[in-house]
Nanobody, 123 residues
Framework: QVQLVESGGGLVQAGDSLTLSCAASGRTFSTYVMAWFRQAPGKEQKFVAAIRWSGGITYYADSVKGRFTISRDNAKNTVYLQMNSLKPEDTAVYYC????????????????WGQGTQVTVSS
């Protein structure tokens, strides 16, 4: 059973930076794809970024490209989302997701989800 636990959310001001963490357990993740999604109030969930655990190939939504960086720490089985130059429109609950194997697209589908962490960016 894969478990994903997000942390690092909070309230920040526009222009600030924040780093989210996703601690993964329950499997060997070398063949996994890990991703971040977000869901703003009243809106659908959207893809943010993804990384192949092996090789570290990354993918980003256009809305965050150049501002957000996804990375992983093999020793800690943890995936990070470094968010810079935050904007009020980045306000959302951020979810970590995982799937085994490289079929599909960076935006999905995913089999495992964390509980989410709230990020609020004030103007």
């Amino acid at each position: 059973q894969v478990q994903l636990v997000e942390s690092g959310g909070g309230l920040v001001q526009a222009g600030d930076s924040l780093t989210l963490s996703c601690a993964a357990s329950g499997r060997t993740f070398s063949t996994y794809v890990m991703a971040w999604f977000r869901q703003a109030p009243g809106k659908e969930q959207k893809f943010v970024a993804a990384i192949r655990w092996s090789g570290g190939i990354t993918y980003y939504a256009d809305s965050v490209k150049g501002r957000f960086t996804i990375s992983r720490d093999n020793a800690k089985n943890t995936v990070y989302l470094q968010m810079n130059s935050l904007k009020p429109e980045d306000t959302a609950v951020y979810y970590c997701a995982a799937r085994s194997g490289w079929s599909g697209t960076p935006a999905g589908p995913y089999d495992y989800w964390g509980q989410g962490t709230q990020v609020t960016v004030s103007s």
